[in-house]
């Protein structure tokens, strides 16, 4: 038997980020000014990026050096591991070699880190001195106060309420990492203060939070705005996870022929499956499966169409597959995957069936997982699981027809604030949602208006 | 800089456990019958334990072989990672060169599973289908779930009342493995329903879950007892730590000058040092310090006596540092070292002046991890940070005086279900706890009948 985990020596971490914007298999949509509907230009995003970041989104460049300052934090965790799942293949009885990449080694237990410890160096690069940023459950505000952390940058987190006040967890993390966290509607903006004027007792939403975040950014001098998904520099600097596994691969003369994982905004999927895109779009046979919760069927049922990223309209329109910036997923719980849009690459290689969308219910998710747990012993996020439920499938799959594929998962983060959605499904007391036609098309009605 | 992580090869994994009987600088007194008073044979415990741990329990062999179904297992996370923690030598400012061993990175998050795996092993190759145990805030539980899980087992966990109610967390991470977790007092034994005659609110004791959990797996034909800590077997299945540990150490041609760590049964603290202890003995410089809670002072002011492993006066008698089996510690957070005991070997070496033990208040320790999470990112669980206290004391001694030492913590777990001590502390509500002499008294008192 084959070592069970791939290690890989610091040395060889990959030194730049890969780019996937010139080996796009047809020209990505500009972006657009939320105002004019003209193509955003650099000046437009400065009050809120800092201008190296700017230059990111907007690079034509194949590869972007990571800087020693971003490499030293990276260290702290990766190379992350790359493991292969003996117990799971045993259970499952498959031909298939089963692997999975492991980001919940981070020390906020997620691939969030990858992009906020490199935006919190660029914004330190240019002399900004706070952040701030909005977070749901926590997963990328807590990714973001580390981050900060490191760099000696203040960290402003906008927490929907609703999860302020009942997962406690994911915020006393941030203020073990010295940031700051305030309940979202709050009254510290025009736009909390209008919530409440309406609604004292508001739960809050993400696009409520967004709200918040950008306008402190756009006001103050000293701050900018960050973001953990959906842009092309978040998903670029997310890469290294997929330049690693290729060569842990190497290092054991094996290579995937199907790669698993789940998206929400798509960047740990951009991150974990962009550099084997490449060798598919140069002729390589992959099978790359892009998995999303049937409650939040952002790529199986939405537009690609033009829209807002936030429910406020305050951000450029992005071209991207979306079920509208106002619709509002049911509560699943993987909150990372209820965001109406997905992100513009990604979107545009689904639509070119380089990549293949998968919506799955979350009862065969948490049933994964546990499998999952109950053979590999890691307890996985419940976005991660639907990357495993995928795997495990087509594992099955590969136990009807005897074919020995090569599957790897991406493994996003791990799921130990998430135990009571794990007793919810072992209780017995988990829901599935199945959205009716007509939600879809009144969460997508709008679009046509758009642009 | 050398590399942050030393990572080692599933290749050069120990293939034998170490057991520092047969080295110790003094006969260890032998175990006796709690009833009898006479020392104990194998036959006293075969009730409750399989006989393959019994012998190793009384194991006089230097080296014991690590079974490959025990290795496959451990391969699922093992060999752990050695840190090198530049990001806080940098924060100190010491010349000292600081390493972590981080066995946070196992699926219960902690070094327990290590001998957890091996004991549900060792059940299962006699027959045994039903494994019983206590645990206190659920560390010991989960681990033992967990390998149960791994070898088909069911696990059956008494967990003190208080935090079954108050910490459901871990409780929820013995489910998802699929072990049945009891409330204890329970009405299911003759301990427990005693108990609950007397007090039907009785938050419980490890003390009271201990009797519980032994009284049924003596009661039953297929069920064996297991105990995660303070004899013999426990503490030679972690010596896979240190033995790492000094591999990893080769490779990067360095070696511990001071070995931090915490103490609560001391089966951590034996797992890292005792390979370093042999080398000590025969002859190598090293400081080894011992941590514990000044709330709960065992090894600091306790006697060095025999006395029972728990309240219920079941247990054998051991030679060892105690402060009573009565004794109640006040309710600090780091719950892993709230006991009255240290394991005999453990305490064997203390009284030689081959370890020394070091007692620290709460605050500090906390200090200490926040410290250590706003520079090497990682979030330490309380017990972890003792070891890490003592060893950025033991860093800015080496500031001042510009000596260059090595030293080596030995990083127990992570802290990922202990946010609410963090915020405690955060917020400044924490409160240190200093025991007065006469409670120490009154509670070591009654050893003089003890043997």
């Known amino acids: ?136 459950a926590g997963q990328w505000g807590s990714a973001l106060s580390f981050a900060c952390c490191q760099f000696g940058i203040i960290c402003e987190v906008y927490m929907v309420r609703i ?37 004292p007792d508001s739960p809050g939403s993400l696009g409520i939070a ?21 842009l092309n520099h978040v998903l670029l600097h997310q890469t290294v996870v997929g330049l690693e596994c290729k060569k842990q691969f190497e290092m054991v003369g094996d290579y995937p022929d199907i790669i698993c994982g789940n998206v929400g905004g798509g960047s740990n999927f951009a991150g974990v499956s962009f550099p084997f895109v490449k060798d598919k779009l140069e002729g390589r046979d992959i099978q790359i499966i892009a998995t999303e919760p049937t409650a939040c069927p952002t790529m199986t049922r939405g537009l690609y169409h033009y829209d807002f990223g936030d429910t406020a309209q305050l951000t450029p ?21 209820r965001y109406h849009g997905a992100a513009p690459q990604i979107s545009l290689l689904v639509s070119q069936g380089v990549m293949e969308a998968r919506a799955l219910h979350q009862k065969a998710v948490f049933e994964a997982a546990v499998t999952f747990a109950r053979t590999e012993g890691h307890l996985p996020a419940p976005e991660t699981a639907h990357g495993i439920r995928a795997a495990i499938d087509e594992a099955l799959k590969c136990k009807e027809t005897g074919e020995e594929k090569c599957i790897l998962i991406g493994y996003s983060g791990h799921g130990h604030f998430d135990l009571a959605a794990y007793d919810q499904y ?23 208006e758009v642009e």
């Not at 072992?426 to 098309?441: C, F, H, K, N, S």
């Open 210 to 230: 967004i709200s918040e975040a950008v306008e402190v950014a756009a006001q103050a001098d000293d701050a900018k705005y960050s973001l953990g998904s959906v």
């Open 163 to 199: 999860s302020y006040d009942t997962k406690p967890y994911r915020r006393l993390l941030m203020n073990t990492w010295g940031a700051q966290c305030y309940p979202s509607p709050s009254d510290r903006t025009n736009s909390g203060r209008a919530i409440l004027a309406e609604d």
């Open 426 to 448: 072992l209780t017995g007391d988990m829901v599935d949602y199945e959205l009716p036609q007509e939600a879809i098309d009144a969460a997508t009605e709008g679009l046509a």
């Open 317 to 337: 329109l992005l071209k991207m597959f979306t079920l509208g910036h106002t619709f509002i997923p049911p509560p699943i719980h993987a909150g990372g995957l």
């Open 1 to 136: 038997m084959d070592e069970a985990k791939i290690f890989l020596s610091e040395r060889d971490m990959p030194q730049a980020w890969y780019n996937i914007n010139p080996d796009l298999p047809a020209p990505l949509q500009p972006p657009l000014h939320p105002g004019t509907g003209q193509p955003l230009g650099p000046d437009d995003l400065a009050p809120i990026f800092p201008m190296a970041l700017i230059a990111q989104e907007m690079s034509m460049d194949p590869w972007i050096d990571i800087p020693d300052d971003v490499m030293r934090v990276l260290r702290l965790w990766r190379p992350s591991p790359l493991h292969r799942a003996y117990a799971l293949e045993e259970h499952l009885g498959t031909p298939a070699r089963i692997y999975y990449k492991n980001e919940s080694v981070s020390p906020p237990g997620s691939h969030k880190p990858n992009t906020a410890v490199a935006q919190a160096y660029y914004n330190r690069e240019e002399g900004v001195t706070r952040i701030i940023t909005e977070t749901g």
